[in-house]
């Protein structure tokens, strides 16, 4: 899914801004980005996570999305389903049961509901941490 070519920007020697249309596109997938900790969850100094609602059924094994974010210079991204009311990895890791306190972070921060992903970038800095949270969220979204 590229923006640009769904009428969803608008380029001007301003910049590039979001047409009502792309506000509307963005705001359907439940997208949600912060900086959190996420600490043993991810193996970089910075983290940085990315929200998209109810697209548990496009994740394998996170593999795809961690990948991305290492293209991009982070140093990877961790991917976390929501489903039965609990925060797992892709293979069904319990996360809630490893690290109760990351995951009510976690669950908080981001009103999760069921069938709903999270990408945790993580990097040295935090511009790459945001970069790769970004990719991995992007390589799922396309088609």
């Known amino acids: 899914m590229y923006l640009d070519s769904m009428d969803c920007t608008s380029a001007s020697r301003q910049g590039i801004a979001l047409s009502d249309y792309g506000t509307?596109?963005?705001?359907?997938?439940?997208?949600?980005?912060?900086?959190?900790?996420?600490g043993p969850l991810t193996v970089g100094?910075?983290?940085?996570?990315?929200?998209?609602?109810?697209?548990?059924?496009?994740?394998?094994?996170?593999?795809?999305?961690?990948?991305?974010?290492?293209?991009?210079?982070a140093m990877g991204a961790t991917t976390l389903v929501f489903f039965r009311d609990e925060l797992r990895l892709p293979d069904g890791f319990d996360v809630?049961?490893?690290?109760?306190?990351?995951?009510?972070?976690?669950?908080?921060?981001?009103?999760?509901?069921?069938?709903?992903?999270?990408?945790?970038?993580?990097?040295?800095?935090?511009?790459?941490?945001?970069?790769?949270a970004f990719a991995a969220a992007v390589w799922t979204l396309k088609d």
Do not use: W, Y
Request: hydrophobic share 35%.
């Open 45 to 73: 100094k910075q983290d940085f996570c990315v929200k998209l609602s109810n697209l548990s059924g496009r994740i394998s094994h996170g593999l795809e999305q961690r990948d991305e974010a290492i293209k991009v210079g």
């Open 96 to 132: 809630e049961g490893a690290e109760p306190d990351i995951s009510e972070g976690l669950k908080d921060e981001f009103k999760l509901m069921e069938e709903d992903v999270l990408f945790i970038g993580t990097a040295d800095t935090q511009e790459k941490a945001e970069d790769g």
């Open 24 to 38: 509307e596109t963005i705001g359907s997938l439940g997208l949600l980005a912060a900086k959190m900790d996420a």
